[in-house]
């Protein structure tokens, strides 16, 4: 079993950064796939962005790309994300998640239970 908790979130007007972090329980942290999915009211959750076990191939969705960059601290047994640039678009509760390749929710196993951003125009 693995068990996520979000922090970082916040209110924060356009342009600005905020730093997300997602730290897990649970010794096989490392051998997941970490990713960030997000969903803004009245829509689906849709993927933002993955990481691999090692650290070193991400994912990003091309909503994002450019602004934001994932990373994990395998011996914190943390994942990062650092949103820059942000824009009222980006307003939406984030989930951290851990899994298998790819960007579709179904390759996730384990979830957080979500943290809000706010990003105001």
């Known amino acids: 079993q693995v068990q996520l908790v979000e922090s970082g979130g916040g209110l924060v007007q356009a342009g600005g950064s905020l730093r997300l972090s997602c730290l897990t329980s649970?010794?096989?942290?490392?051998?997941?796939?970490m990713g960030w999915f997000r969903q803004a009211p009245g829509k689906e959750r849709e993927f933002v962005s993955a990481?691999?076990?090692?650290?070193?191939?991400?994912y990003y969705a091309d909503s994002v790309k450019g602004r934001f960059t994932i990373s994990r601290d395998n011996a914190k047994n943390t994942v990062s994300l650092q949103m820059n640039s942000l824009k009222p678009e980006d307003t939406a509760v984030y989930y951290c998640?851990?899994?298998?390749?790819?960007?579709?929710?179904?390759?996730?196993?384990?979830w957080g239970q979500g943290t809000q951003v706010t990003v105001s125009s």
């Open positions: 990481v691999d076990w090692s650290g070193k191939s991400t």
């Open positions: 649970g010794r096989t942290f490392s051998t997941y796939v």
């Open positions: 998640a851990a899994g298998r390749w790819g960007n579709q929710q179904r390759l996730y196993d384990y």
